[in-house]
C-alpha cells in the first residue's frame, strides 16, 4: 500500500467517522407535525382552570401568584395591532399584548398556509403572552397597583400601528394614576412606556416590571441538540442560555436572579420575545418555571423609584415579538443598541466559523436573489480561499504518481526490512520535497466547515421555506423527492420524510452526491488492496444514504464542493504533467476481479 492512498484512506474515514458520530448525536429532527391530540391534551388542564401570572412582589425576589378568570380575559375589549409585519390584539384586560401573528411567515411552504402565531391569550391551547406593571413598595399596597387582571381604559388611539400609538389609563382611586403608551415599529420592536402619577398626601415606592410568561412547554420544540430553545438573558455581556427542563422553579428562583444591563426572553427555533429594559441601573432578572401551574416566566425589574405627593415617573421598555431575521436583528444591534443582540441566533460552538460564513450566505443571496445559488456561490469563495492549500496537496499527488516506480523498486529492494523501506521512502520525499500527508488536508479543513454549515442552514430563518430550483421548495428540509416513485413519475406519494422508507428511497439530490463522490474518486486508479478497493466502492454510497435526510442546503453544499474539488484536481494534476485516466479508471472499477486458479 503506498503513502499517498493510505493517506486518502485516513482522511477520508476520519471524516466518515466525524460525520457518522454528528449524524448519530444529531439526527435530523423528525418534520412529522404534532398530534393534534396530544397537544389538546396537554392544554386542556390550563384551559379548565384559572389564569395564573406570577409578578414580582416588593421585594422582588419572591413571586406572588394572581389568579384571573379565564372566561374574563378571553371575553375582554381589545385593541387592534396592525402593521406591516404583524397582526394581533391588545386585552385590557391586564393590558396585556397576548395576541400576535407573522404576516410575512406561513406554517408551511404552502402560500394559503396560516400565518405563524407567535404569542396567543389565555383560553387557546398555549397561552403565551407579555405583560407589564408597577411591583408594590412601601405605602402601597398589591390592589393599589395595576395587575394581571387590571381593567384598562383607552385614553388615546384605536388601532396600534406604527404612526399611530395607544395609551391606556388606570386610576387606583387612591391617588395614583398609571398610564401606559405603546408604540410599534414596521417590524419586531414595541416599545412600552409606563408612567405613574403620585396625587395622593403619602410618598409611594414603586418598580416598573414586564413580564413574558408562556404556558408549558411549546409543543413543537425539537428537543434537538444542535438547537437552542428555551431561555436565554444576556446581562453585561453575558449570555445564558437555560433549557425549559433546566429552568429553576418558583420557589428557589431566587439563587438564579441576575443584576445588570441587558435584556432577557426566550427563544424558538425560528421566533423570539424579548424584553430590554431602556434603564439598566438596577435591574433584576428572574427567570422560573411556575410549577404548580406549569407557567415557565421570565421577569425585567426595574429600581425602585420613591414618589412624593405630586411626583410622577416614566419608565421605559422594549418588547421584541418576531422572526430571528438577521438583518433586522442586526440593525436592532448596531442602529438601536440593544447589546449583543445578534447572539441570540444560536451560533455554536464554531461561531467564529457560523458568523461569517451566514454573513457571506446573506449579501450573496441579497446580490443573486436565490438562496440555492447563494449556497453555491459560498462553495466557490470556500474553495477560492482553500486553493493555495489545494493547489499544495494536488501537486503533491501528482508528484507522488509520479514516484511510483521509484516508490515500488525501494519496496522491492528493501524486502522485509520495514525500517530500511521507510527511511529510504523519507529520504525520497525530502529529495523530491514532497509532503505525503498534505494529500489528506483539504479533507480534513472541510470538516468543520462542512459542520458550521450544518449549523447555519439548520438554525438561521433564512434557509426556512427558501426555495432552489424546480422541486426543492426549501432548502432547510431533506430532498423531498423519492426513488420510491422514480422522482415522481409514478402515481403514488412519496414515503413520508422522516420516516425509514424515506432514508432507504433517497431523493435525486442524494444521488447526485453520491455520484458526484464516485466520480471524484475515479481521478486515482482503485487501490490494489482488496480492503482499501472495499472501503473507497463503498464510500460514497454509505455518505448517499447517511446524509439523505439532512437538508438539501448541505447536500447542495456538497454536491458543489465535489464537484469544484474534481476540476481543481484534474486541472491541477495536468498541469504537473499527471494526466488522470478518469474513462480508465471508470471503466476499470467495473471489471470483476479474476476468480483464483483451482489446482
Known amino acids: 500500500m503506498d503513502d499517498q492512498n493510505k493517506n486518502l484512506i485516513l482522511a477520508t474515514a476520519l471524516s466518515f467517522i466525524v460525520i457518522l458520530i454528528w449524524f448519530v448525536m444529531f439526527p435530523p429532527p423528525a418534520t412529522t407535525p404534532p398530534d393534534a391530540t396530544a397537544i389538546e391534551a396537554q392544554a386542556e388542564p390550563e384551559v379548565a382552570e384559572s389564569d395564573v401570572a406570577i409578578t414580582p412582589s416588593s421585594t422582588g425576589t419572591e413571586g406572588a401568584v394572581e389568579t384571573a378568570d379565564v372566561e374574563a380575559v378571553v371575553d375582554a375589549p381589545r385593541v387592534l395591532i396592525d402593521t406591516p409585519s404583524l397582526q394581533g390584539s391588545i386585552s385590557l384586560q391586564g393590558g396585556r399584548i397576548d395576541q400576535l401573528s407573522l404576516k410575512k411567515y406561513h406554517d408551511t411552504i404552502e402560500p394559503d398556509s396560516d400565518i405563524v402565531k407567535l404569542l396567543s391569550p389565555v383560553g387557546t391551547d398555549e397561552p403565551y403572552y407579555a405583560l407589564f406593571g408597577w411591583a408594590p413598595g412601601a405605602g402601597v399596597a398589591p390592589e393599589q397597583v395595576p395587575n394581571p387582571n387590571t381593567e384598562w381604559q383607552v385614553e388615546k388611539g384605536e388601532t396600534l400601528t406604527p404612526d399611530a400609538p395607544v395609551t391606556l389609563i388606570w386610576d387606583n382611586g387612591a391617588g395614583l394614576t398609571f398610564r401606559r403608551t405603546l408604540s410599534v415599529d414596521e417590524d419586531f420592536m414595541f416599545s412600552v412606556t409606563q408612567s405613574v402619577q403620585n396625587d395622593g398626601a403619602a410618598t409611594a415606592a414603586l418598580a416598573p416590571y414586564g413580564i413574558l410568561a408562556r404556558h408549558g412547554i411549546p409543543a413543537d420544540v425539537k428537543n434537538f441538540f444542535i438547537l437552542h430553545e428555551g431561555a436565554i438573558h444576556m446581562i453585561d455581556g453575558v449570555r445564558t442560555e437555560t433549557k425549559y427542563s433546566k429552568i429553576s422553579s418558583a420557589s428557589d428562583h431566587e439563587t438564579n436572579i441576575a443584576e445588570g444591563e441587558g435584556w432577557t426572553g426566550f427563544t424558538d427555533h425560528y421566533w423570539m420575545t424579548t424584553l430590554i429594559p431602556s434603564d439598566g441601573n438596577g435591574l433584576k432578572i428572574s427567570t422560573f418555571n411556575d410549577t404548580r401551574r406549569d407557567i415557565y416566566q421570565t421577569t425585567a425589574r426595574q429600581a425602585t423609584v420613591s414618589l412624593a405627593p405630586g411626583q410622577s415617573h416614566e419608565a421605559s421598555t422594549r418588547l421584541f415579538a418576531g422572526a430571528k431575521e438577521w438583518e433586522t436583528i442586526r440593525r436592532y444591534q448596531n442602529d438601536d443598541n440593544v447589546p449583543e443582540f445578534l447572539n441570540s441566533i444560536d451560533w455554536g460552538w464554531f461561531f467564529f466559523l457560523t458568523k461569517p460564513i451566514f454573513a457571506v450566505l446573506h449579501y450573496l443571496n441579497a446580490l443573486i436573489g436565490n438562496m440555492g445559488w447563494a449556497i453555491i456561490g459560498l462553495t466557490l469563495l470556500i474553495k477560492a480561499i482553500l486553493m493555495p492549500l489545494a493547489y499544495k496537496s494536488y501537486v503533491s499527488m501528482a508528484k507522488m504518481k509520479e514516484l511510483q516506480p521509484q516508490m515500488e523498486k525501494i519496496k522491492e529492494n528493501a524486502g522485509d526490512d520495514r525500517q530500511k523501506q521507510q527511511q529510504e521512502m523519507m529520504a525520497l520525499y525530502k529529495r523530491e520535497k514532497v509532503n505525503p500527508a498534505s494529500g489528506c488536508l483539504p479533507i480534513l479543513m472541510q470538516i468543520p466547515i462542512f459542520f458550521s454549515l450544518y449549523k447555519v442552514?439548520?438554525?438561521?430563518?433564512?434557509?426556512?421555506?427558501?426555495?432552489?430550483?424546480?422541486?426543492?421548495?426549501?432548502?432547510?428540509?431533506?430532498?423531498?423527492?423519492?426513488?420510491?416513485?422514480?422522482?415522481?413519475?409514478?402515481?403514488?406519494?412519496?414515503?413520508?420524510?422522516?420516516?425509514?422508507?424515506?432514508?432507504?428511497?433517497?431523493?435525486?439530490?442524494?444521488?447526485?452526491?453520491?455520484?458526484?463522490?464516485?466520480?471524484?474518486?475515479?481521478?486515482?486508479?482503485?487501490?490494489?488492496?482488496?480492503?482499501?478497493?472495499?472501503?473507497?466502492?463503498?464510500?460514497?454510497?454509505?455518505?448517499?444514504?447517511?446524509?439523505?435526510?439532512?437538508?438539501?442546503?448541505?447536500?447542495?453544499?456538497?454536491?458543489?464542493?465535489?464537484?469544484?474539488?474534481?476540476?481543481?484536481?484534474?486541472?491541477?494534476?495536468?498541469?504537473?504533467?499527471?494526466?488522470?485516466?478518469?474513462?480508465?479508471?471508470?471503466?476499470?472499477?467495473?471489471?470483476?476481479?479474476?476468480?483464483?486458479?483451482?489446482?
Open 457 to 599: 442552514i439548520f438554525v438561521t430563518l433564512e434557509l426556512r421555506h427558501a426555495p432552489w430550483i424546480g422541486w426543492i421548495k426549501d432548502l432547510s428540509a431533506p430532498d423531498p423527492s423519492s426513488l420510491f416513485n422514480l422522482w415522481g413519475i409514478f402515481p403514488w406519494d412519496a414515503p413520508e420524510s422522516g420516516s425509514v422508507m424515506a432514508l432507504i428511497f433517497i431523493g435525486i439530490m442524494p444521488l447526485m452526491l453520491g455520484i458526484s463522490m464516485w466520480l471524484q474518486q475515479r481521478l486515482n486508479p482503485a487501490p490494489t488492496d482488496p480492503t482499501q478497493k472495499m472501503i473507497f466502492a463503498w464510500m460514497p454510497w454509505v455518505f448517499m444514504f447517511m446524509l439523505g435526510s439532512f437538508a438539501s442546503g448541505l447536500v447542495l453544499y456538497w454536491i458543489a464542493n465535489n464537484t469544484i474539488t474534481f476540476s481543481q484536481q484534474y486541472l491541477i494534476m495536468r498541469s504537473q504533467g499527471y494526466k488522470p485516466d478518469v474513462f480508465g479508471n471508470i471503466k476499470s472499477s467495473f471489471k470483476r476481479a479474476p476468480k483464483p486458479d483451482k489446482d
